[in-house]
Each structure stands twice: as structure tokens, then as C-alpha cells.
């Protein structure tokens, strides 16, 4: 991984200063002195180096869930496993399918206490449950958030303490966990498949990213009938998070050429599939496109980072429940109008991976179609234009700020941004 532009000194500070984030990152960073421009997908120079990996095992497709007993059961052995789940997923039937596909006597604890956006005290919770009764695999069923508390619960499983003394507390993660296996039901964070969980500490309702390989899922059984039962809220919400993935590791500086094919593929099979699986939930054609949308643009970001986007939609989410996707999804398209001059030649190709007709256009004329086709997209979908619903204060933002200055996607974003630009993006949208 090596970013395409100097990086000051500030900014290592703040990346060192705090624990949760990818201390890889620091070794990687080329420092370039030469500031280049991106020239499209797969546009780095021969000479310039990257890493690139996708550790999780995916078995895609409908039906692929069939494979779970063949995995867990006869390939890692366990004979105490634990299904962590959430309610609404109960509800959906989606745990009782999955666990049918399991012999009964194998399941020992069914833990599905799993809220949106997991606070640390049901991990601590469910790791407990975990020690006492000797769980040794730990199967997620649901989307981001249930995959993200299952990946803290099999790290806490293994390890002493509370699980904040590592997210927010500075202790160093160790390589210690139960085998964790994913089936994700919405098409969205891609979780199954990176290193990163997303936890908010209760008290200060500051939402962090734990980084580290130790939280890659073993393997991902990605099958797109798990996801026909979201909404079309939840569908164009958690759409829309897949797709930020993908717009936001096309653009920014830490891109690297599979990076960029596999972001750019996501940002066409999205473009192409969300409306339908907003409209037509039961298309299983358009639930396939968009689970392998939502895995690409993951194995992207997961090795290529994203951009202020998210900095900006954790700080909602953590203080104001504003759902990641929703939060993501409005800021898209006003990041991306401050953005395009950072890189007018990559929003360009996603103007046109978007289906917009870009020929005869200069870069900068692209571009900007970009933009209207994301917004298009909004409307089409019923995502509002602005967070007035959810009755923000004025007097949060600079609470707000704070929490966004402390991403490390900030050093990432295709245009460098301050405090002031901050204050601008929340001020328009709340
Ligand atoms: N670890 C990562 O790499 C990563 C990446 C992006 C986001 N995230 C995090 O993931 C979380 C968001 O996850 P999400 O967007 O998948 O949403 P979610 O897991 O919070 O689910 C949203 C809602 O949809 C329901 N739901 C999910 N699948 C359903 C289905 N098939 N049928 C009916 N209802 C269903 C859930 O019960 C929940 O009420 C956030 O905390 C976000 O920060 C993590
Ligand atoms: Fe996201």
C-alpha cells in the first residue's frame, strides 16, 4: 500500500497517537515527492510498489450455505459452536435456515442480544457467554454490525480484559481468537471478508475501528437468498455503503491496481443493480450483482482505505444512530462535488461506469456528470437529501468534528481537507 502524495508530519502523529488504527500503515507509506495525478484504473507507475490480500475463503452463491457443515463441522473440527445473530434476523428466518444446514448437537449457544452499530458492553457480554461455555467457532449470521460484534466476541473469547482496553483503552490486539465464520445477509460492508470491526464505546459514543488480521473471518458464505429479505430501506441504505466503498477506494491516494479493477467493477454491478433489488427485493439477479458488488468494493477498501465520507458518517452514527449506509449515502454526493478536483480523471470513469454517457466530454465535464448520476440514484431510492429527520443539534458538530479528525481516512482523501471544510459538509447537511 503507498500513497500518491507526501504525507506531513501532523498526520503521522495523529495516525501513531492512536491505537485502533492500522499501524502497518505507517511502515507502508512511500513517501513520493513527486505528487501524480490518477490517470484511470490500474493507473500506478510499474515501478512503485503495493500488497494486496484476501484472506477470507468465500463460497458464493445461492445455496452456498450448504457448505457450512463441510467447513465448521468436518474441516475446523467444532463441536461447540456459537451463533451470534441479531433480532431481526431471528425474525427473518435466516437463523433457522442457517442453522438447519448444521447438525443440532453442534450448536451450543444462540447469542442474538446484537444491536445496529454494537456497543462494547455486548461484546463483553457475549464473550463472557463464550468463556463459560467453552464456544470453539463462532458463526455470524446478519450484516455489518452482527459480523462486526462476532469478530470482537471470538477476539475477546481468547483474550483477558474488557474488549474497550483494546479499541479505545491502546492494548495491543494479540493473534489469539476462536475460528469466526460469516454469512452476511445485507450487501453492504463487506465485513465477511476485511480486518476491520466497528465497535462504539458507550460512554464517550465515540465509534472506532479495531484493525488487525487477527479479525479476518475464516470463511465467508456469501448467498445472495440471505439477503432477499431486507427491506428496500435496508437494501438502498446498505447499497449505498458498498457503493461509497467503492467510489471513495477508486479515488483517493492509496489506490493500487487491484484495488482499482476490483472498485471499479463494484461501482458498475452496483450502478447497474441497486435500483432493481430496491424495487423488486425477490430479484435474485439483482441481490447476486449486489452481494458481489458489496465483496469487491470490501476487498478493495480493505487493502486500498476510503476517504472523508466515512470520517465524516462514524461521528452520526456513534452519537445520533444515523445507520452507516444513510449516513454515507447523503454525504456522498456533496464529498464528492468537494472532492472531483482532487481527481477528475477517476470520478470521470465513474460517471461512466455509472451508465452516464461521457463522450465527447472533457474530464472535468465527466466528472461532474458523476456526481448528478449518484444523486440520481439518491432520489430513485428514497434516500433523503439532507439528516434534518434525525434532529441534530448545531451545537454537536463541533463534538462531531473531533471524532471525524480522529479517521485515518483522512490522509487518504483524493483532496486534502480541514476543520472549516468539515464544519461546511455538516453545517449544509444537518
Ligand atoms: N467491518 C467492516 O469492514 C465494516 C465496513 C463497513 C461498515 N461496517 C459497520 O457495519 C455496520 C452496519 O452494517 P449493515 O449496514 O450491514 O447494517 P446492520 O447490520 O446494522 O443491519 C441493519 C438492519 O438490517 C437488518 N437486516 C440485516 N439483514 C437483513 C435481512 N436479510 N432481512 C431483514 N433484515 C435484515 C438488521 O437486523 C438491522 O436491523 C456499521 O456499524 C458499520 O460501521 C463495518
Ligand atoms: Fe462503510
Not at 36 to 42: D, P, S
Not at 298 to 323: E, K, R, S, Y
Request: aromatic share 8%; proline share 4%; with cysteine.
Amino acid at each position: 500500500m503507498c500513497l500518491k502524495r507526501p504525507v506531513d508530519v501532523d498526520s503521522i502523529f495523529i495516525l501513531t497517537s492512536f491505537h485502533c488504527y492500522d499501524y502497518r500503515l505507517i511502515i507502508l507509506y512511500n513517501f513520493k515527492k513527486n505528487e501524480k495525478l490518477n490517470e484511470g484504473e490500474a493507473a500506478m507507475g510499474v515501478s512503485e510498489q503495493f500488497s494486496f490480500s484476501i484472506r477470507t475463503k468465500i463460497y458464493f452463491g445461492c445455496g452456498s450455505i450448504s457448505k457450512l457443515k463441510e467447513i465448521i463441522i468436518d474441516e475446523y473440527q467444532s463441536s461447540g459452536l456459537m451463533i451470534v445473530t441479531d433480532e431481526n434476523i431471528k425474525t427473518a428466518g435466516l437463523t433457522d435456515k442457517v442453522s438447519s444446514s448444521l447438525p443440532t448437537d453442534k450448536i451450543r449457544f444462540f447469542f442474538d442480544q446484537v444491536m445496529s452499530d454494537p456497543e462494547t458492553d455486548i461484546i463483553d457480554e457475549g464473550a463472557a457467554i463464550a468463556k463459560e461455555h467453552k464456544i470453539d467457532a463462532i458463526l455470524a449470521i446478519g450484516g455489518g454490525s452482527v459480523i462486526d460484534a462476532a469478530k470482537a466476541i471470538s477476539f475477546m473469547a481468547k483474550n483477558d480484559g474488557s474488549v474497550k482496553d483494546y479499541w479505545f483503552g491502546g492494548k495491543a490486539f494479540t493473534a489469539h481468537k476462536v475460528p469466526l465464520f460469516a454469512v452476511p445477509t445485507t450487501s453492504g460492508t463487506g465485513s465477511e471478508i476485511t480486518k476491520a470491526a466497528m465497535l462504539t464505546d458507550p460512554d464517550t459514543k465515540f465509534k472506532g475501528a479495531g484493525v488487525s488480521p487477527v479479525f479476518i473471518p475464516e470463511a465467508a458464505f456469501a448467498d445472495p437468498e440471505m439477503t432477499m429479505s431486507m427491506p428496500a430501506k435496508i437494501t438502498a441504505s446498505t447499497g449505498m455503503d458498498a457503493l461509497t466503498h467503492a467510489v471513495e477506494c477508486f479515488t483517493n491516494y492509496c489506490y493500487n491496481p487491484i484495488s482499482d479493477v476490483l472498485a471499479a467493477e463494484a461501482i458498475r454491478l452496483i450502478g447497474q443493480s441497486l435500483r432493481v433489488a430496491v424495487a423488486k427485493g425477490d430479484n435474485i439477479m439483482a441481490r447476486e450483482k449486489m452481494l458481489l458488488g458489496s465483496i469487491y468494493a470490501a476487498a478493495a477498501f480493505d487493502n486500498g482505505m476510503v476517504g472523508i465520507v466515512h470520517a465524516l458518517a462514524h461521528p452520526l452514527g456513534g452519537h445520533f444512530n444515523v445507520p452507516h449506509g444513510i449516513g454515507n449515502a447523503i454525504l456522498l454526493p456533496k464529498v464528492m462535488e468537494f472532492n472531483l478536483m482532487g481527481n477528475y480523471g477517476k470520478y470521470a470513469r465513474i460517471a461512466q461506469l455509472l451508465g452516464e454517457n461521457i463522450d465527447g466530454l472533457s474530464d472535468r465535464q465527466a466528472a461532474l456528470l458523476s456526481v448528478d448520476a449518484v444523486k440520481n440514484l439518491l432520489k430513485d431510492i428514497g434516500i433523503p437529501e439532507n439528516f434534518k429527520s434525525f434532529n441534530i443539534p448545531g451545537q454537536a458538530i463541533d463534538r462531531l468534528i473531533a471524532d471525524a479528525l480522529k479517521n485515518r481516512n483522512l490522509l487518504v482523501n483524493p483532496r486534502k481537507s480541514s476543520v472549516e471544510d468539515f464544519r461546511s459538509l455538516y453545517e449544509r447537511l444537518i
